[in-house]
């Protein structure tokens, strides 16, 4: 079994933030793939389904994100469920918008949920960090995490989660490279198809040269036109 972990913090006031993208990428899965109703246990929302042939078991903290990691590890100790199968999902200032990484362990890069976990579960565990781009400064971090997505971005970011929701299974099944690069795959920008050319229409005939300018640099041929010039006169 795999415990799927999407963090985010809880309440309407927060569900559109860019900080709840792990929530909003576990919801899409949970839908798509019929899993049973939630149910609160553990500090959380938690249901069950199996996604490709993999049991799943999906757990929301419902902690705030400070302390994902109370939800987290008593979910994985009542389940027996060893840190390697378990799986987080959150948001990335590091990484551009609509970019994503997988990776087991390392550090939490001053992010509260993961450091949460890291306290309650240990750091051998995955963590599929979901770009949500930098504003630019420090200063501005809180305010970007915790506003809601733009307008703008809703095109890119539903086509980001719904290649995360497709290609999710790779990732529960250990290959987290093949994940990376069907991911990459489907959200590269189709090239526009270049016209082919009409096999149907004619072919332009080049222009017939012009005689005179070829007799000029042709000695023999300015010959022949004074011969021609003193025997009409």
């Known amino acids: 079994m795999i415990l799927l972990v999407g963090l985010g913090n809880p309440g309407g006031k927060y569900e559109k933030n860019r900080h709840n993208i792990g929530f909003m990428a576990l919801d899409l899965m949970v839908q798509r793939h019929s899993f049973g109703p939630w149910r609160t246990k553990f500090q ?3 249901c069950e389904g199996t996604i490709n042939g993999v049991k799943v078991l999906a757990l929301k903290p419902q902690t705030y994100m400070n ?7 008593a979910a994985a100790r009542f389940y ?7 799986v987080v999902m959150h948001d990335e200032l590091d990484l551009t918008f609509t970019k994503i990484k997988v990776k087991t362990g390392g550090g939490h890069g001053g992010h509260n949920g993961l450091r949460s976990c890291d306290a309650h579960l240990g750091k051998n565990y995955k963590r599929v960090r979901l770009g949500i781009g930098h504003p630019g400064s420090k200063e501005k971090v809180h305010s970007h995490v915790l506003g809601d997505f733009a307008k703008a971005e809703g095109t ?3 086509k980001m989660l719904d290649t995360v929701c497709q290609h999710i299974s790779c990732v529960l099944k250990g290959e987290d490279t093949d994940f990376m690069n069907r991911y990459a795959m489907d959200m590269r920008p189709q090239r526009p198809n270049k016209p082919k050319a009409d096999k ?4 332009k005939t080049p ?9 000029e640099g042709n000695p023999f041929a ?3 036109k004074l011969k021609k010039t003193s025997v009409q006169e």
């Open 67 to 73: 302390e994902s990691g109370r939800s987290v590890g």
């Open 44 to 46: 959380g929302e938690m």
């Open 200 to 203: 149907n229409v004619a072919q």
């Open 80 to 86: 027996k469920i060893d840190p390697e199968h378990v």
């Open 156 to 158: 890119e970011l539903d």
């Open 222 to 224: 300015v010959l022949q």
């Open 207 to 215: 222009a017939p040269k012009d005689k005179s300018s070829e007799d």
